[in-house]
Each structure stands twice: as structure tokens, then as C-alpha cells.
Nanobody, 121 residues
Framework: QVELVESGGGLVQAGGSLRLSCAPS????????MGWYRQTPGKQREFVAL???????NYADFVKGRFTISRDNAKNTVYLQLNSLKPEDTAVYYC???????????????WGQGARVIVSS
């Protein structure tokens, strides 16, 4: 499995913005879908957004118009721009990616270590 490294979490006031980044730490062959989930204590991990290799995107209803997912295929990096943040967006955000590590291997899902986002009211 490939390690995904996340960055960009932090503390922000309501209405503020953050940008999360995520990329594999080692060499890989190809990445298919990339995306983000989030989790709060006592709740299941929930889908936030995904982006295909071709750039098609899909969002959870609760983030539409506020969050934007993008990717830089040259850098194998996925981003999540979080705008108009609300206290209820407070969570640990996990990136994932469907990665082909070797030329003769199948695609497999890898997860990041999580980036904590805290939105104060």
C-alpha cells in the first residue's frame, strides 16, 4: 500500500478558509480517482468530494458551493479548498486515492493519515 501524506489542516474562524493537500510519499505508476472523507468523534466517516483522473467532480450536498476539489496530475496531488467554513465542518479530513503502484499491479485504495480542521464560532 502507498502512504498518502496530508497537509493544511488547522484552526480557523467561522467564515474562513483552508486548503488541504494530499500526495503519495513514494513512486507510483498511476492514480485513478482521488477524494476526501471526513470524520467527527462518534460518527462514521462521511464522503466529502471526489475527482476522477479526467477531472470530473462529485460533492456531498453539505459542501456544494463551499468546497472545491482539484488535482495536479503532474504532482500526483489532490487539493480540497474549504471556504465559508462552519463550526459543523470541524472534523478530521482524510484523503484517499486509487493507486497503481507498479506496472503489473492492480489499483488499490490508499488513505492519508488525516488532517484536523477546527472551525471556531
Amino acid at each position: 500500500q502507498v502512504e498518502l501524506v496530508e497537509s493544511g489542516g488547522g484552526l480557523v474562524q467561522a467564515g474562513g478558509s483552508l486548503r488541504l493537500s494530499c500526495a503519495p510519499s513514494g513512486s507510483i505508476v498511476s492514480i485513478n480517482n482521488m477524494g476526501w472523507y471526513r470524520q467527527t468523534p462518534g460518527k462514521q466517516r462521511e464522503f466529502v468530494a471526489l475527482i476522477s483522473a479526467g477531472g470530473s467532480t462529485n460533492y456531498a450536498d453539505f459542501v456544494k458551493g463551499r468546497f472545491t476539489i482539484s488535482r495536479d496530475n503532474a504532482k500526483n496531488t489532490v487539493y480540497l479548498q474549504l471556504n465559508s467554513l462552519k463550526p459543523e465542518d470541524t472534523a478530521v479530513y482524510y484523503c484517499y486515492a486509487s493507486i497503481q503502484k507498479y506496472y503489473n499491479s492492480d489499483y488499490a485504495i490508499s488513505w492519508g493519515q488525516g488532517a484536523r480542521v477546527i472551525v471556531s464560532s
